[in-house]
Antibody
Framework: EVQLLESGGGLVQPGGSLRLSCAAS????????MSWVRQAPGKGLEWVSS????????YYADSVKGRFTISRDNSKNTLFLQMNSLKVEDTAVYYC??????????WGQGTLVTVSS | AIQMTQSPSSLSASVGDRVTITCRAS??????LGWYQQKPGNAPKLLIY???SLQSGIPSRFSGSGSGTDFTLTISNLQPEDFATYYC?????????FGQGTKVEIK
């Protein structure tokens, strides 16, 4: 059974940093691209970032480019999202997601990030 | 980047109704289009992938169609558990894009 378990969310002040983790199990982690998707309170889903299976290629939404860094440790089956210079508008539930073929995605349960003073 | 325009943003329907939700892509997607259902407090749930393939375990009243830039999710014989928010997703070349969502409410 595929499992994606996010951790690392919490309350942080504007301008602060936070590192999210996603522990993956139930599949060969290194063979899949992975992504982060977020959902602000009462809003829709927003793609944040993706990384290739090898980790060599990374992609970011314009809203987080230059502030967030996606990475992975294939030896530990773990995906990361380093979030710096956080803004109030980054407040959201952050989902870890495994992308398969043709928009077929597995999701974690999400972790809440709150940016507030 | 590819953008997705989903409509309507909300609709009211009754149990037993047929409901149609559409997504239009800003450029052709081949079949890289999925439909997801989300209920409050839960992660999205896959319904349809590859534009028209029904995910295992999903009732056959859900169906997807379309190609290129225009895609449709149809729910026939709407059931009480179907009242939720629905999103389309395209995942071409690693840069995903979601539709704005359609909230299906009880009339």
């Amino acid at each position: 059974e595929v499992q994606l378990l996010e951790s690392g969310g919490g309350l942080v002040q504007p301008g602060g940093s936070l590192r999210l983790s996603c522990a993956a199990s139930g599949f060969t982690f290194s063979t899949y691209a992975m992504s982060w998707v977020r959902q602000a309170p009462g809003k829709g889903l927003e793609w944040v970032s993706s990384i290739s299976g090898s980790g060599d290629s990374t992609y970011y939404a314009d809203s987080v480019k230059g502030r967030f860094t996606i990475s992975r440790d294939n030896s530990k089956n773990t995906l990361f999202l380093q979030m710096n210079s956080l803004k109030v508008e980054d407040t959201a539930v952050y989902y870890c997601a495994r992308g398969m073929e043709a928009a077929r995605v597995d999701w974690g349960q999400g972790t809440l990030v709150t940016v507030s003073s | 980047a590819i953008q997705m325009t989903q409509s309507p943003s909300s609709l009211s329907a009754s149990v037993g109704d047929r409901v149609t939700i559409t997504c239009r892509a800003s450029q052709g997607l081949r079949n890289n289009l999925g439909w997801y259902q989300q209920k409050p407090g839960n992660a999205p749930k896959l319904l349809i992938y590859a534009a028209s393939s029904l995910q295992s375990g999903i009732p056959s009243r859900f169906s997807g169609s379309g190609s290129g830039t225009d895609f449709t999710l149809t729910i026939s014989n709407l059931q009480p558990e179907d009242f939720a928010t629905y999103y389309c997703l395209q995942d071409s070349n690693y840069r995903w894009a979601f539709g704005q969502g359609t909230k299906v409410e009880i009339k």
